[in-house]
């Protein structure tokens, strides 16, 4: 057992197959640094109910915003005496003006590039932060279905929706697994799906006690039929986003790459963003992946002072 401490001065320990595993993957002690540092506070501008230029003009007197450069309504958010953290107790808040959101957070709607009057599915949509976020882009126009497959995930999530003022959004209660029986095809489907949430430490403590290689293959199981099941969804020239805020090979690379390989028709195409990002991992544990994955975006907690994330943009091409 590897022990570290926190910023906040709490004592972490680090299972060994952990640290066996991560320092494989990447810089070890960069890794651990970032993961027990602070995390950025940042919210997205909500398009719907304000102009972000309003937004700023309400806040700036009290809070210092940071343009975060792969989204335009993403700011860091500071209180400029450094006195307060509390920003969802602001009434900017309350009133659906932004929404609390992680800047790495905000890549997949940017990547899946909703447009207006489109069908388009969130097949893990709870808490709803990339579905507000869609629906925005959206304005609010089209078909916009919400799925998640229990009654408490669907509290947060309707609660969201409503604060923010979205009205194109049906929300469905089901295993992202069944809407293959539906006889809807989308035109972009976002698989945001349950991870492990090895990107999330510094958010999550708790994610390092609750890591075991066990999950991980079983949540590999899981995402691999999510993303077929989206994947089949799509229309011929839609486009599927596969995001996960884990940091593990087998969550994500594995999972594309089992897709490109079962599908002839399912193509890679190019992240363009203004974001510092790491190489994908095209071989681990003796196995080895496409080096079409090359185009996916991985990025690391130290890359760019935000949680881990891994995005994939996805065509069908006819």
Request: with cysteine; aromatic share 10%.
């Amino acid at each position: 057992m590897h022990s570290s401490i926190t910023e906040s001065g709490k004592e972490v320990h680090f299972k060994e197959k952990f640290v066996e595993r991560y320092s494989k993957l990447t810089d070890w002690e960069e890794f651990k640094k970032s993961s027990l540092s602070f995390l950025r506070r940042s919210i997205r501008v909500n398009t719907l109910k304000i102009p972000i230029k309003e937004l700023k003009e309400r806040l700036e007197n009290i809070w210092n915003l940071e343009q975060v450069p792969w989204c335009k309504e993403g700011f860091w958010i500071e209180h400029i005496k450094k006195e307060r953290r509390d920003i969802g107790n602001l009434i900017e808040h309350s009133l659906g003006y932004f929404y609390l959101q992680e800047a790495a957070s905000m890549i997949p709607p940017i990547v899946l590039e909703p447009k207006p009057d489109e069908i388009v599915l969130d097949i893990a949509a709870s808490p709803g932060s990339k579905t507000t976020q869609i629906a925005q882009y959206m304005q609010n126009k089209g078909i916009l279905l919400a799925n998640d497959y229990t009654y408490e995930r669907m509290k947060p999530l309707s609660i969201n929706l409503q604060r923010c003022g979205v009205t194109n959004a049906i929300i469905t209660l089901m295993e992202g697994q069944w809407f293959k029986n539906s006889g809807i095809e989308f035109d972009r489907v976002l698989v945001d799906a349950p991870c492990s949430g090895t990107g999330t430490i510094r958010k999550s403590l708790k994610t390092i006690g609750i890591w075991n290689p066990d999950m991980v293959r079983r949540l590999s199981i899981t995402q691999k039929q999510l993303i077929e099941t989206g994947f089949n969804l799509l229309k011929e020239n839609g486009t599927l986003v596969y995001s996960t805020c884990s940091l593990e090979p087998e969550e994500n690379e594995e999972v594309v790459d089992f897709l490109l390989k079962k599908y002839e028709d399912a193509k890679l195409g190019e992240i363009k963003l203004n974001i510092k990002k790491s190489n994908p991992i095209l071989e681990f544990e003796n196995k080895k992946y496409s080096e079409e994955l090359k185009k996916c975006l991985r990025i690391w907690p130290q890359d760019n002072d935000t949680e881990g994330f891994f995005v994939a943009k996805i065509k069908k091409v006819s």
